[in-house]
């Protein structure tokens, strides 16, 4: 269980620069001008772990597969995209698909390079865009409305569910609020994302900044900042530059360059821990001599559930979990070790998987 982050924004912004950066592939044709991303580009990365490298060493794993996120480069999106303009309908399906949009927003100045609506504020960027997913759903919502029409004359119940979620959405957007402001029952929380309304998925910005400013950012992005906090969204400040040399540098030379841009890790680990973080998610690992491996999962979520991510089967049939915390793994040297000193544990089917637990399931197959 990975999750899949849409890239939007703007024509001209960096998202393709980004992207290609992230992928380390040159899928995405970055060209100065609009809808060079004619299809959108789906990459898959690996998401960086020093944890399960330390595993992998302590119990002698022949081979380490870390957990993977999926990158979707949506064309540049402009106004009326709602209506179709540009490459509006079909990119705002692509959305749809998103656990999460990072909207980029173009924090530097460039003279070579032009603004769609020719200016630089980023505030107002985030605003049009977001006001073009707002009208997307308003239409959306309104055409299903009308085709539930028939069935709510039946008395059919989970149309009248289906129904009263959408007009709470509908006052909200009427109301000039996205649908991720609304507070849904937890009864009401998987058929509200059953909608998969686009401005109810959660938001990351991610602020492009000159190579100069990216360790600290710039006031263009100290703005997006104050609008994301006030939204509750995320933020990352990243330079699509920098990220975009980085791909193409052997990785012993990678923490050199870092250095001397003045930070400490690459765009990419921030990006992929703020998307975990917006999302709820967290990282558990299995062990062995033939493999060390990382699985994504939700915060909360209960063994057997943990365990079906791995195989349906393991969660069906789950008997327990043997487990050992992270860092007991490590001080102790091992599954061994965590035995002796007491730190290995047997949990059932009520138990909490935590973050880096190292987990083994036992399950009737």
């Given at each position: ?49 020093d944890?399960?490298d ?33 490459l ?31 200016r ?35 008395g059919d119940?989970e ?58 950012g ?142 083994h ?5």
């Open positions: 269980m990975g999750f899949k982050m849409g890239i939007v924004g703007l024509p001209n912004v960096g998202k393709s620069t980004l992207f290609n950066a992230l992928t380390r592939t040159a899928a995405a044709q970055a060209a100065n001008f609009p809808f060079c991303t004619i299809e959108p580009n789906v990459g898959e990365v690996a998401v960086p772990d944890r399960l330390k595993l992998a060493a302590i119990a002698g794993s022949k081979q380490i597969i870390p957990a993977r996120m999926t990158f979707v480069d949506i064309a540049g999106l402009v106004r009326g995209a709602s209506k179709g303009e540009g509006g309908n079909q990119f705002l399906a692509n959305i749809r698909e998103c656990d999460a949009i990072a909207h980029v927003l173009r924090c530097f100045e460039d003279g070579d390079i032009t603004h769609v609506e020719g630089i504020d980023p505030v107002a960027d985030a605003e049009t865009i977001e006001t073009e997913l707002m009208l997307a759903d308003l239409e959306s919502i309104e055409r299903r409305r009308a085709n539930l029409a028939r069935k709510l004359k039946g119940k149309s009248l569910d289906q129904d009263r979620l959408l007009a709470v959405a509908q006052k909200a957007l009427e109301d000039g609020k996205p649908a991720r402001t609304v507070k849904v029952s937890e009864d009401d929380e998987r058929a509200w994302r059953m909608l998969q309304l686009l401005t109810a998925k959660p938001v990351l910005y991610v602020c492009n900044v000159e190579e100069s400013k990216a360790a600290n710039n006031s263009q992005s100290d703005r997006v900042a104050e609008m994301a906090k006030a939204q509750g969204a995320g933020t990352v400040v990243i330079s699509a530059r920098i990220e975009e040399e980085l791909a193409q540098m052997p990785a012993e030379d990678s923490a050199m360059f870092l250095e001397e841009m003045g930070l400490t890790e690459a765009g990419l680990d921030r990006l992929i821990r703020a998307g975990y973080a917006l999302l709820g998610l967290q990282t558990y690992f299995t062990v062995g001599p033939k493999e060390a491996r990382a699985w994504t999962i939700s915060k909360g979520m209960l063994a057997p559930q943990a365990a079906g991510v791995i195989h349906g089967d393991f969660e069906r049939g789950f008997i327990r979990a043997e487990t050992v915390a992270f860092a007991d793994y490590v001080s102790c040297k091992g599954e061994a070790g965590a035995k002796e000193a007491g730190k290995f544990r047997v949990e059932g089917k009520t138990y909490e998987v935590k973050d880096g637990d190292v987990m399931f036992l399950f009737n197959g």
